[in-house]
């Protein structure tokens, strides 16, 4: 499915919420300029970087889908890379033994449920 006949179907999705609305009102609702809208549902173009973010708040993160873009990680998962992303190689190396070490000892860090006892 392309972004232009995705962002069509979830506006006659909004149309049937809200009733009949013009294309202009579904624009404002998402939270983008009604001229970017006119482009991207009347052209094959694409949202720029900055327009992203806002129409996924409205739309899904789906929209990251469809435009082929990674989704954003979320608070947690992005102060863990900022940690590690900060480490040194051979501090992130000695990280790594020791959580694959944990990992060994402990089935919850290993993903495996617990055995039944």
Not at 19 to 37: C, H, I, M, N, W
Not at 57 to 66: A, Q
Not at 73 to 93: C, D, G, H, M
Request: aromatic share 12%; no cysteine.
């Amino acid at each position: 499915m392309s972004f232009k006949e995705f962002l069509f179907e979830k506006f006659l999705d909004w149309q049937r919420e809200v009733g009949r609305k013009s294309q202009k009102d579904f624009a404002e609702y998402l939270g983008v300029p009604p001229t970017s809208y006119s482009t991207w549902i009347n052209t094959n173009s694409k949202p720029g970087d900055e327009y992203i973010p806002i129409l996924a708040k409205k739309l899904g993160d789906e929209v990251y889908d469809i435009l082929g873009r990674a989704r954003p990680l979320s608070p947690v998962k992005q102060k863990l890379f900022n940690w590690i992303n900060n480490l040194s190689e051979t501090e992130a190396e000695k990280r790594i033994k020791e959580i694959e070490s944990a990992q060994q000892t402990n089935p919850v860090l290993s993903g495996k449920p617990k055995k039944a006892k």
